[in-house]
């Protein structure tokens, strides 16, 4: 497996992705719960057509930093949201490169990447003292897991565990401040030591 796959695969879906307009009430619930504060540099991991942005936006982020490794993807997101506060970044996040970020985003991307320790490290590197991430999903871990395990999808993901084990790969780096794994959604808020 490598990235090849995981970009053919996203490209061909981008022009009929689900922007999953039933979870805007999930996905507002999910940035208050993080807490973002106006002002800050704010990376969107994995942001595909931009169903977050609208909800970042309203935190009044300085910039939104919008990566995502699907060149389609970065296409669309552009299409819809030409709003000079959004940076796009057409690059493999674990290549990218970001300034120093008060906080991040990965709604519905986690499980694509495949080597959690390069995330990991990525994400230390560039998430400031005291800055966060969230790691989230609209729905739950199972259902997740579920849509994931079909012959083509397993090979360009890796199931998502409970949140307290997916915290515990963080570790000593990040403090876990917020665990939902629940029957309606799945989301880590982990603070940056
Ligand atoms: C399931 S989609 C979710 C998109 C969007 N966040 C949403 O909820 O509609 C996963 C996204 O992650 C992107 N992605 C996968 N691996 C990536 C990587 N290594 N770097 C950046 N983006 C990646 C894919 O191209 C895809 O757009």
């Avoid at 590197?125 to 199972?142: S, T």
Wanted: proline share 5%; aromatic share 10%.
């Amino acid at each position: 497996m490598n990235n090849t796959e995981i970009v053919t695969f996203f490209d061909r879906l981008a022009a009929n992705w689900n922007d999953c307009p039933d979870e805007y009430d999930r996905r507002e619930e999910i940035v208050s719960l993080a807490g973002f504060t106006s002002g800050g540099i704010v990376a969107d991991i994995g942001c595909g057509r931009g169903v977050m942005f609208a909800h970042l936006l309203k935190t009044e982020p300085e910039e939104l930093i919008a990566v995502d490794i699907s060149a389609e993807m970065i296409k669309h997101a552009k299409g819809f949201f030409p709003d000079p506060r959004i940076t796009y970044l057409h690059a493999d996040l674990l290549k990218a490169e970001l300034p120093m970020l008060d906080a991040a985003i990965i709604y519905n991307a986690y499980p694509h990447f495949l080597h959690k320790q390069a995330f990991v490290e990525k994400l230390v590197r560039h998430i400031k003292k005291d800055g966060f991430l969230v790691i989230a999903h609209g729905i739950c871990k199972e259902e997740i897991n579920g849509v994931h395990d079909g012959e083509c999808v397993s090979r360009i993901s890796v199931p998502l565990e409970p949140a307290e084990q997916e915290a515990a790969k963080f570790e000593p780096f990040f403090t876990p401040e917020l665990l939902i794994d629940n029957a309606d959604f799945y989301m880590l808020k982990l603070l940056r030591k």
